[in-house]
């Protein structure tokens, strides 16, 4: 029987028209703040300033819906490569970010030529829209060569304004440190600010410390030794001493911090006996130079700069030390260079502490034992340079990791064998033939539903224009129709990657099985083997250690479809 409308029909009566609705850009707010300015009064720059003129903006829009916003506080313009904008542009990759709107171009970069390209390419490339409130330039609306040409020269402008701000200030702080009234803001451990933070005043308590690290050097008492007197003492650290005092902020500290490299730049500070250098690395961004170490002879040294901790005949007695002791190492690292350069590391960057799982150092340690030997050995990273109190030592030797890790890989080879062999005798069979309908059948099921769900979507309008529906009804079925619809297209899209996974997984060219093919006439551990097949080994102690094979996820997936297929026959 024939649909009738609910609604009285008028002869003549026009069709109204429904506008196509479009899903809101889910949008970005980018923030930027350099590194002058930072914390300072910036006429309106500051970050919230700058957010809050975005979210004007977007209040306004209502096709654009605010999903996260991103800052960089003390961040130049100059270079991209800032913490919350790397994060941005993986959020614009996956799909996450759709839309990015900031105050004004400068805040979104300084560099033209890396602006221009973000522009141009970047982001039409990946289908993003880019919004700058203040030069009203919108990426989807610009049209024309004059508007692309203004925001060229925008560009160009922010660029030159940088390189001036930069050279101001690099020219204003050299003058400061050749007068010596420039002040480090990283005070030396073992001083303080004065009432008026413009000069250094002895912080007695940490002072003492720093004497006696000294006394204890004179005395030839080794760094390892000092070290183990000042956690004895329950000495604080430098770190924890001066956020104790106020002189840094932060409470992210972890472990005692004592340690050699703490020891060592202590011993080697001429702070101590009152002098300041200053300009020991340098940056100018007018010279198109990134920060980097500075030559010796350009560094500025202020004598007298400050009261002095321990004398300079202590001090230069010291140094002496020091310096025997390099020549010492570095004449035994000499006759053994042909030694330690045949002790390869099998396993660079790719063995980590299985508690901390931070990287494992690799040392070539010496032995003292009729002769001299030479012997691989692994540590902790963190175990190294913070101690007990943040992880525990994992050492364990070259020798016994490389055995271990290669019966490891002996027993993946005989397991890969016995998986080809069930493999080839589960190929063609009833049992694979009854799992592969089963994923089959599971993404025609999901394709029958998106399809009738297809049919209910088109004929949804025809019985809104027909008065059959009124526009709340419609509306509700719409929004019903579009929530189903994205569930079952999520469903398929999983049907046909479990399928997907099932084939690759029964495919005798399976990424696993081709791996271990191609290792299976290895008799040692070698460094085309490590490379082949090993993700990363984690060392819990000497007798424990797990090995990651690369294509894990793929043998994973062949063991459950081997699983289903005896379950299937």
């Known amino acids: 029987m024939a649909r009738k409308s609910r609604k009285a029909q008028v002869q003549g009566t026009p069709v109204v028209e429904i506008k196509k609705e479009t899903t809101a850009l889910s949008t970005a707010i980018y923030a930027r703040l350099s590194v002058e300015n930072s914390g300072k009064d910036d006429d ?43 994060r941005l542009m993986d959020d614009v990759r996956s799909g996450k970010i759709q839309c990015i709107v900031v105050r004004d171009l400068s805040r979104f970069g300084r560099d033209y030529v890396e602006t221009g390209n973000y522009l141009e390419k970047i982001f039409p490339a ?11 330039f919108d990426s989807f609306t610009a049209s024309g060569s004059t508007e692309t040409l203004s925001v060229s020269l925008q560009n160009l402008v922010n660029a030159i304004y940088s390189r001036d701000i930069s050279k101001k200030v690099s020219t204003a702080l050299r003058a400061q440190m050749e007068t010596g009234t420039f002040r480090n803001r990283n005070l030396p451990y073992g001083y303080l600010w004065n009432e008026d933070k413009t000069a250094y005043v002895v912080d007695e308590d940490a002072a003492a410390v720093v004497r006696q690290i000294f006394e204890w050097k004179l005395q030839e008492v080794s760094v390892y030794t000092i070290i183990d007197r000042l956690k004895a003492d329950g000495v604080e650290s430098p770190e924890r001493h001066k956020r104790r005092v106020g002189t840094r902020n932060g ?21 101590y006996i009152g002098e300041m250098i200053c300009g020991k690395s340098e940056t100018a961004l007018y010279k ?92 902790c990273s963190t175990h190294m340079r913070r ?61 029958l539903k998106l399809n009738a769900l297809k049919k209910k979507r088109t004929g949804l309008y025809e019985n809104y224009v027909e008065g059959i529906l009124n526009e709340e009804e419609y509306a509700f079925a719409k929004q019903t129709y579009e929530e189903q619809y994205e569930a079952l297209s999520r469903l398929l899209d999983e049907a046909v990657e479990r399928r997907e996974r099932f084939l690759q997984s029964i495919s005798p060219e399976n990424k696993w099985l081709t791996m271990m093919r191609g290792v299976s006439e290895e008799t040692k551990l070698t460094q085309e083997l490590v490379d082949a097949i090993i993700k990363r080994v984690l060392v819990y102690d000497k007798d424990h250690i797990e090995v990651e094979l690369n294509y894990n996820d793929v043998f994973e997936a062949m063991c459950e479809c081997v699983e289903q297929m005896k379950e299937a026959g």
């Open 251 to 271: 409470d992210n500290i972890q472990g005692q911090g004592w340690c050699p490299s703490t020891i060592r730049a202590i011993l080697q500070n001429r702070a």
């Open 387 to 447: 101690g007990h109190d943040t992880c525990f030592s994992h050492s364990i030797r070259q020798d016994a990791l490389n055995e271990k890790v290669f019966n490891i890989v002996r027993d993946q080879l005989r397991v890969a064998l016995d998986y080809e062999k069930l493999l080839k005798a589960m190929r063609g069979s009833t049992s694979e033939a009854n799992v592969r309908e089963k994923y089959n059948a599971a993404v025609s099921s999901v394709k």
């Open 126 to 136: 990946l289908g993003t829209r880019f919004i700058s409130v203040k030069e009203n």
């Open 288 to 379: 198109g130079l990134k920060k980097r170490l500075a030559a010796k002879e350009n560094w500025v040294v202020v004598l007298d700069a400050h009261p002095p901790i321990v004398t300079t005949e202590e001090f230069e007695a010291v140094e002496r030390q020091l310096q025997e002791g390099s020549a010492h190492r570095e004449s035994t690292m000499e006759w053994s260079a042909d030694i330690r350069a045949g002790m390869i590391d099998l396993f660079e960057r790719k063995i980590f502490c299985g508690d901390c799982e931070k990287r494992m150092y690799y040392k070539r340690q010496r032995i003292q034992c009729k002769g001299v030997v030479f012997r691989g050995v692994y540590d």
């Open 44 to 86: 309106g720059n500051s970050l919230q300033n700058q957010i809050d003129v975005c979210r004007d903006y977007l209040d306004g829009c209502p096709w654009l819906r605010l999903t996260e916003v991103y800052s960089d506080n003390g961040r130049t313009g100059t270079v991209f490569d800032r913490p919350a904008w790397n």
